[in-house]
């Protein structure tokens, strides 16, 4: 579940990078580089798994799953965290810097 939760988070992330170009100017590309790397990385772990185990790889308890599920989520959480603190610290739309602006009207 964990590598099916990275992958459709790698694929939304990447369709959005390449339609919209101000998801580019966001720095998506941040986001879609995190989920495609989580991906592979679970990839890899999954096919040592299968070596390991054989076909008992595919016999996942429900709980199993459950846990899972949860660290899939909990790592599409962190990237989510993890790039909106890059775009307060990048600011690529200067928004933070539109308030330094303002004249003190006194």
Do not use: C
Request: glycine share 4%; aromatic share 10%.
């Amino acid at each position: 579940m964990t590598l099916l939760i990275t992958v459709i988070a790698a694929v939304v992330s990447t369709l959005v990078w390449y339609v919209s170009d101000k998801a580019r100017k966001m720095k998506i590309n941040l986001l879609m580089y995190m989920f495609w790397g989580a991906s592979l990385m679970w990839l890899v772990d999954a096919v040592v798994e299968y070596l390991d185990a054989g076909p008992a790889f595919f016999e996942a308890t429900a709980q199993a799953m459950l846990n899972d599920s949860f660290l899939g989520l909990s790592v599409v959480a962190l990237a989510l965290t993890v790039w909106v603190i890059a775009l307060l610290i990048k600011d690529p739309l200067r928004t933070a810097h539109a308030g330094n602006n303002k004249k003190d009207i006194r």
